[in-house]
């Protein structure tokens, strides 16, 4: 099962991670992969100052937009 965690901390909250999780969410579901992909939240990863961040099967990934986040969603969960 491919995991993504996704901080939920004060700074990446108000960042945008409170959007990038609708979207995700959202992506699972017209993907058909809410079975196969377990959503993490996390308090805090110790990247503030990079955030929004999150990191999908242990690859990191900050400053995340909401329009960033399909083709990140595509690298990491739709590869051969």
Do not use: W
């Not at 959007?19 to 990247?47: A, F, P, Q, W």
């Amino acid at each position: 099962m491919k995991t993504i965690h996704i901080c939920m901390g004060s700074s990446c909250f108000a960042r945008e991670n409170r959007e990038n999780l609708k979207v995700i969410e959202e992506y699972l579901r017209t993907k058909g992969l809410s079975e196969s992909v377990h959503i993490e939240g996390s308090l805090c990863m110790g990247e503030c100052s990079k955030g929004p961040n999150l990191s999908i099967n242990g690859n990191p990934y900050h400053e995340v937009h909401s329009e960033d986040l399909p083709a990140i969603l595509d690298k990491e969960l739709l590869q051969l």
